[in-house]
C-alpha cells in the first residue's frame, strides 16, 4: 500500500470494507443477511483446518459461486466472491479469507473468480476521488465495518457531507477537532447513519443508495419535486444517497428540516469548540 496515503479497505482494527467483494451486492443486504453470509464463508476456513486447503476452497466455490451470482444478486456487473469473510475472531473486520495475511502468507486468490493479480490491485474510486480530508472524516468517526464499506464507497454522500458543512461554516472542516470531539464525531457520524435509518428511505429490495435495479440492470434514483411543487433541495445528493422516496410534497419539507437542523446544530458545536481552540 504505496500507491495511497490511506488504505480504506483496511483503514484500522476497528473496521474494514469489502464492498468490491460483493459485500452488499443481494437482494437481502440487511446487516443480519450479510453476517449470515460472512460467517458462511468464513467458518469453512475453521471447520476444514485440517483437510487440503485447495479441496476446501474449490467445494465451497462449487457450493456457493453460481448461487451468490444468480437470481439473489443486485448489480449484475460487480462478481460476488465466496470468499469474503470476517477476518478477526471479534468479526469487527470483513475481508478476504484467501489473502496471504490470514494463510502464513500463502496467497490463495489464485483461486478467486478474478485471481489474484486483480484482487491485489484493485483500488476502488474512493482511493482517487476522495480528499484525503474527505476519507478522513468517514475513517475517524465510522467505527462499524457494516456502515463503513456503504459510507467509504459513497462518493456522493462524504463530498456532500463535506461541502455543506463547510460551506455553512466558511472554512474547510478541521478534522482533527472533530476527532478530539466526541460530540461532534456523533453529530457528523448521523449524516452517514441516515443509510441505516433515514425516515423517507423507500422500501423494497431493489434499491441500493441512489440506485434502483430492474430486470434491464439499473438506473439513478429521481426525485420529481416538480409534481410536488417543491425546487430541487440543497440536500437532493443526501436524498439520493438516503435511497428516498418521498410520497408528498410535506415530506421534503421534513427532510430538508431534519438535515438542517443537524447541519445547524453541528455547526453551532464546532464554532464553540474552534473558538475554544484558538
Ligand atoms: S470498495 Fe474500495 S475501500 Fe472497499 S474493499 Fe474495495 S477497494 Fe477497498
Ligand atoms: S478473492 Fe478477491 S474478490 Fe474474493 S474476497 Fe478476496 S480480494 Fe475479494
Not at 155 to 160: M, N, R, W
Amino acid at each position: 500500500m504505496k500507491k495511497f496515503p490511506i488504505h480504506l479497505c483496511q483503514p484500522d482494527n476497528k473496521k474494514s470494507c469489502a464492498a468490491c467483494c460483493g459485500l452488499y451486492n443481494f437482494k437481502l443486504n440487511d446487516r443480519q443477511h450479510t453476517i449470515e453470509r460472512l460467517r458462511r464463508n468464513t467458518l469453512i476456513f475453521f471447520q476444514n483446518s485440517q483437510e487440503d486447503i485447495t479441496k476446501v476452497i474449490k467445494h465451497h466455490s462449487s457450493l456457493y459461486r453460481a448461487k451468490d451470482n444468480g437470481a439473489e444478486k443486485c448489480f449484475q456487473t460487480l462478481f460476488n466472491c465466496e470468499f469474503v469473510g470476517f477476518i478477526d475472531g471479534s468479526e469487527r473486520r470483513v475481508g478476504c479469507l484467501l489473502h496471504p495475511q490470514l494463510n502464513n502468507g500463502a496467497d490463495f486468490r489464485v483461486h478467486s473468480f478474478y485471481g489474484d493479480r486483480l484482487c491485489e490491485e484493485h483500488y476502488c474510486l474512493s482511493y482517487y476521488y476522495l480528499s484525503l480530508q474527505e476519507q478522513l472524516l468517514v475513517i475517524n468517526v465510522v467505527k462499524d465495518w457494516y456502515l463503513y464499506g456503504l459510507t467509504i464507497t459513497d462518493i456522493d454522500l462524504v463530498k456532500a457531507t463535506y461541502q455543506v458543512l463547510s460551506d455553512k461554516l466558511g472554512e474547510g472542516l478541521n478534522i482533527d477537532l472533530i476527532s478530539r470531539s466526541q460530540e461532534l464525531s456523533s453529530l457528523l457520524l448521523r449524516f452517514f447513519e441516515f443509510k441505516l435509518d433515514w425516515p423517507f428511505k423507500a422500501l423494497g429490495d431493489n434499491r441500493f443508495g441512489k440506485y434502483i435495479f430492474d430486470s434491464d440492470g439499473y438506473r439513478e434514483i429521481s426525485i420529481n419535486y416538480k409534481k410536488f411543487h417543491r425546487n430541487r433541495s440543497p440536500f437532493h445528493a443526501f436524498f439520493k444517497a438516503y435511497s428516498s422516496e418521498f410520497k408528498n410534497g410535506f415530506e421534503i419539507d421534513e427532510a430538508e428540516k431534519l438535515l438542517a437542523k443537524l447541519v445547524d446544530r453541528f455547526c453551532s458545536v464546532y464554532a464553540i469548540q474552534n473558538k475554544e481552540c484558538k
